[in-house]
């Protein structure tokens, strides 16, 4: 029983990642998503207590998904910016492989939503960059070479780069790929992070 209710919770999760790629700029209801689902609106309260709650599955999505890929980046990835141009890659994959949930990342599906829910994605993108402020951080000590540049304005630069990116492909309506153009642009960004 336990089972069913968590394949249904997901089924739900992936309706409305669906329909939050199918209708870019549209607020999603609960009695929409119920529709989509072909199920009643009390059925969906009976897995979640709130639509804030089916966000929060979403965003429990990315962060177990980002969060995790990331700590396996630098397990396996020993280089200052091998290890960053993986991270980006990651976050720039995870979003073009999830259009939908993209929308979440952005915040533009959380527009009208509790403010919790925005806060959350903000804490995430925090923390990944908390991540690679501690990566560039630690070149002086594994690299014997420290940045001109204060490691906290790379950081954030390398994760302004990633979110423009993510925007660019909402505001498009998912025709312009994240990962567009990733290699040349992380070369140029590798060449100013090996001259700082």
């Known amino acids: 029983m336990a089972q069913q209710k968590r394949n249904r919770r997901e089924e739900i999760l992936q309706a409305l990642a669906a329909m939050l790629e199918t209708s870019p700029g549209q607020r999603i209801t609960t009695a929409k998503l119920a529709a989509n689902l072909g199920v009643s ?6 897995h979640f207590p709130s639509k804030a709650r089916m966000f929060e599955g979403l965003i429990e999505f990315v962060e177990d998904t980002l969060l995790t890929s990331i700590n396996l980046i630098l397990e396996k990835e020993k280089q200052t910016l091998g290890r960053c141009q993986a991270i980006l890659h990651l976050i720039l994959t995870f979003a073009e492989r999830n259009p939908g949930i993209s929308r979440v990342i952005t915040g533009d599906a959380l527009m009208g939503e509790h403010d919790r829910l925005r806060a959350r994605i903000e804490d995430l ?6 991540q690679l402020k501690q990566v560039l951080r630690e070149q002086a000590l594994r690299e014997q070479q420290k940045f001109t540049v204060d490691e906290g304005i790379l950081a954030n630069l390398l994760l302004s780069y990633a ?34």
């Open 125 to 130: 993108f925090n923390r990944i960059e908390a």
């Open 41 to 46: 609106e009390a059925a969906l309260y009976r």
């Open 163 to 196: 979110d423009g990116k993510i925007s660019q492909f909402v505001r498009s309506n998912f025709k312009r790929l994240p990962t567009e153009h990733f290699g040349t642009q992380w070369q140029s960004l590798a060449d100013q992070l090996s001259a700082s």
